[in-house]
Structure formats: C-alpha cells, structure tokens
C-alpha cells in the first residue's frame, strides 16, 4: 500500500515540510510528477533547504527516495541540487533512485518556454521558464528524449535531433531571445555524466516489488490540484496532473493501492503566475499575508498573491483527489488579524453556487464570506492542539465541518519541530 500527499491549491502549500515530517514513518519516499518548476522547502535545525526534483525524504538515514518516471528531470539543474546536498553527508547513490522512463529537459525546452511565454505577451501563463511545457509536449507528442536513453549509444545523435527542432520551433515564435546554445549545452552534457554516475531503475517494478515485501510508501506530489492540467485553472495551469490520479500514472502505482491521501493547504491562499483567483486581495489585508508569511517563490522569488482561504475551491480539490485527510499550514500568518473571511460560495452570474464552474474569471466569479473573528497570539512556539487561540480552533471546526475531511495537522512554523498533531 501507499500514501499520497500532495497540493490543494495552487502550489506552495509546505509539502516539503510535512513530507520530511512524515518520512520517518515510510521506508519509501516518490516523486510521481513535476520538474524543477517546484521548490519544496525544509527547515530544521537552522537548516533550510530547498529541494526542486529529489524528494523531500532525503534527509532521513533510512528513506529510498524515487524520481518517478512521471517527473521531468532537467540534468543541469538536477546537478545542482545534488552538489548542494554534497555536505549533509547523504549516501545519494544509495539512498536516490531514478526511473529509467523520466522525461530529460533540453536546453532547447527552456529556451522554447521562454520564447512561447514571450510570444504569448500579456496573456502568459507566468510560467517559471524551466522547460515543462515543452518537456511534456515532447512526451505527449512522443519526441521526448527519457533518462534511459542515456545509456544508448547514439543519445547524442537523438539529442541533436529533437534539439535541431527546436531550434526551429524557437525561430517561429519571432521574438528576440537570446542564448547562447553550446554554452549551454557544455553544461547539459557535463551534467549528464554526473547523472549517469546514480542508479537508473524500472521504477514501476522497484515498486511492485516493494509493496510485495510490505514496505511502506509516501508519494510526493509537486505543485497544486487548481495547477493541474485537467482539473486546474486552464489554461493557467502546469503541464502535468498534480491530482491524486498522477501518482497512478507517475509512479505505476494501481489506484486500489493508495491508501490516506493528505491533502496539503495554507491557512489563506496564495498563487504565482498568471491566472484566476477569486479570493485575491489588492489590499492591506493581502499585502500583510505576502510580508509575514514570507510569500516570495522558492524558484524564481516572484511574490507570491496572497488572498482569503477559498472553501469552494478546496472542497472541489479535494473530491477531486479522495483526500482523507488535511494538513492545514502557516496558520501563524494569520495571528493578528482582528477579522479573518473564508469564501464558502461564489455568486456567479447572478447566481450563488457552491462549485467551480468552468469560467472563473474575475467578472463571472465574486467570492462569499463568511467572517470569522481573529487571534493576537503568537502560535509560532506552541506545540499543542489545546493550546492554540480557541478563535483558531473555530477556524478549524468551520472548515472540517465544510469540507467533511478532518485536519490532522496544523504547521504553525517553517520548522519540522513547529508541527501540531491533532
Ligand atoms: P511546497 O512547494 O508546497 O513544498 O511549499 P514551499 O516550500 O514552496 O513554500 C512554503 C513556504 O512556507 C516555505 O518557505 C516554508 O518554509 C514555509 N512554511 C511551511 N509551513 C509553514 C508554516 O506553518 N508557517 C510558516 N510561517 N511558514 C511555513
Ligand atoms: P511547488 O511544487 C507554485 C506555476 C507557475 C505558473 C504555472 C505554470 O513548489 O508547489 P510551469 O513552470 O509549470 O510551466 O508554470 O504554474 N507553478 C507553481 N506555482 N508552486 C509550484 O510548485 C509551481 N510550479 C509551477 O508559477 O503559474
Ligand atoms: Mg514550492
């Protein structure tokens, strides 16, 4: 059996941190989809450390960590990470496993999410320009080059090949870009001979084997349900599905095997990129969640927009991906709020609905609230449920009652130690 965690709104939410929290109780930790364009953050014992493709169970001595063939691996920035990981003293080699059937980022895929964001103009998407667009209409459109072709011999005469192409691709977009590409590819194949030195797996079959011998498995989800390619906020949206069904397809694992489903969300709301948000604060209110929750992302440092918690669109996130349980983060970024709203419907078109209609742009879509009073105390060194603010606690009950799904966890604090079971 496994258990999944993942995203419930639109990204950002401290999965990294609950995974490291949970990790010492899986033997296996996986990530099933994603690229770099996600940065998941871990904090503990004045270390802070963000991670973009390798799973956030790396630091614990006894996990397996697995990038799964559903992820998309771009080699330069893959080095990167692992050189960062060089003075923790982690036995990468052993401990991190790669499947054979993950897609590789070429230079030339960033290169074309830059030139297709650019030509897009006031329409982007906000994308974080790492290639997974590109990447993934590779895959789809069965061109893309996989970490398993590294090891034939003619991976440099497939590379030119799709690279040439995109060469191509690139030119017909007609804006100016400028780069550089036997720069970048120097660094491209560098990388790739350090990637070759780690274990390359048929992932699938590692896990089919592992749950046969009952070892236990956290699957990792990357960015959020509201980013994911079906099911999210098209086409302002990642290229990926980020919902419950991806660690099916992204791992190999059949859909009766998935056990809990930890759905991950902060205590308001925030997104980055381009796109509809229909709790989105212009105000002080929102100005004030950016600063003291520190909403600045993890990959590109863009600030992130911050706005009330949206209970229409996490209920939605969470039929859509079976969640069991809820994890309800950076609740400590609400103190001092003298009044705190949660949207637990939207008026739409004159209409008031409970669901997420399929246009939610600003002009179709106006929020309700329900008003709660707020809290003054500082919740970030508490480490008990009794103790939180009993404004707190309602804030909790309302949205358990709402959502029919039990928060289990409440972070109070970046830390692995600010962690509040329930
Ligand atoms: P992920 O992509 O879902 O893993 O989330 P990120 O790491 O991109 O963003 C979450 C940010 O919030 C990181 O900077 C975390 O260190 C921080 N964080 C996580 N949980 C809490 C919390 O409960 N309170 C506060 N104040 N920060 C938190
Ligand atoms: P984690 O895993 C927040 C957003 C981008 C953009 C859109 C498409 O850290 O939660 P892409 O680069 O995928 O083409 O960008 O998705 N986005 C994220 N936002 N957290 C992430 O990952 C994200 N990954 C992508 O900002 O709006
Ligand atoms: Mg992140």
Redo the contacts with the bound molecule.
């Keep these: 059996m496994a258990d999944l965690l993942l995203?419930l709104q639109w990204?950002?939410?401290?999965?990294?941190?609950i995974v490291d929290v949970l990790t010492s109780k899986y033997d296996i930790i996986a990530r099933f989809q994603g690229g770099p364009n996600?940065?998941?953050?871990l904090?503990f014992d004045g270390i802070?450390h963000?991670l973009r493709t390798i799973p956030?169970g790396i630091f614990h001595k006894n996990s397996i960590n697995i990038i799964g063939n559903g992820v998309v691996i771009d080699p330069t920035v893959f080095k990167q990470e692992i050189d960062g990981l060089a003075k923790f003293d982690i036995d990468i080699k052993s401990r991190l496993i790669i499947s054979r059937k993950a897609h590789l980022i070429l230079p030339t895929h960033r290169l074309l999410d830059a030139a297709s964001e650019a030509a897009k103009g006031k329409a982007k998407i906000g994308s974080t320009l790492k290639g997974i667009g590109p990447t993934y209409m590779d895959k789809t459109g069965r061109n893309g080059l996989r970490v398993g072709d590294i090891e034939l011999e003619d991976f440099k005469e497939r590379y030119r090949a799709l690279a040439d192409k995109h060469e191509a691709m690139i030119k017909f977009h007609d804006v100016e870009i400028q780069y550089n590409l036997p720069e970048l590819e120097k660094e491209f194949f560098a990388s790739i001979e350090a990637l070759r030195q780690l274990t390359f797996i048929d992932s699938e079959q590692y896990l089919h084997q592992a749950q046969k011998d009952g070892k236990t498995i956290l699957c990792e989800g990357?960015q959020g349900s509201l980013l994911d390619v079906d099911f999210g906020t098209y086409p302002f949206v990642t290229s990926s599905n980020t919902t419950a069904a991806g660690a099916c397809t992204g791992l190999g694992i059949a859909p009766n095997k998935i056990k809990e489903v930890y759905g991950?969300f902060k205590a308001y709301a925030t997104r980055v990129g381009s796109g509809p948000f229909p709790t989105e604060l212009f105000d002080e209110a929102g100005a004030t969640m950016a600063k003291v929750?520190?909403e600045f992302g993890?990959v590109t440092g863009r600030q992130r927009r911050c706005g009330w918690l949206d209970l229409v669109a996490l209920k939605y996130a969470i039929r859509v991906n079976g969640v069991t349980q809820l994890m309800m983060?950076?609740?400590?970024?609400l103190s001092g709020f003298d009044t705190l709203k949660v949207a637990t419907s939207y008026k739409y078109k004159g209409q008031e609905i409970d669901h997420l209609p399929y246009n939610i742009e600003p002009e179709n879509v106006q929020p309700v609230y329900t008003e709660f009073k707020g809290w003054a105390a500082d919740l970030t060194g508490l480490t008990t449920f009794d103790s939180l603010p009993k404004e707190l606690k309602e804030y909790i009950e309302f949205i358990e009652k709402e959502v029919e799904v039990p928060i289990t966890i409440v972070?109070?604090?970046?830390d692995r130690k600010?962690t509040i079971l329930k």
């Excluded at 990204?11 to 941190?17: A, L, N, P, Q, V």
């Excluded at 996600?38 to 953050?41: R, V």
């Excluded at 972070?411 to 970046?414: A, T």
């Design positions: 995203g990204g950002d939410e401290g999965k990294g941190k996600a940065g998941h953050t904090e802070k963000v956030s990357a991950i929750g520190n993890s983060m950076k609740g400590d970024v972070s109070v604090g970046p600010q």
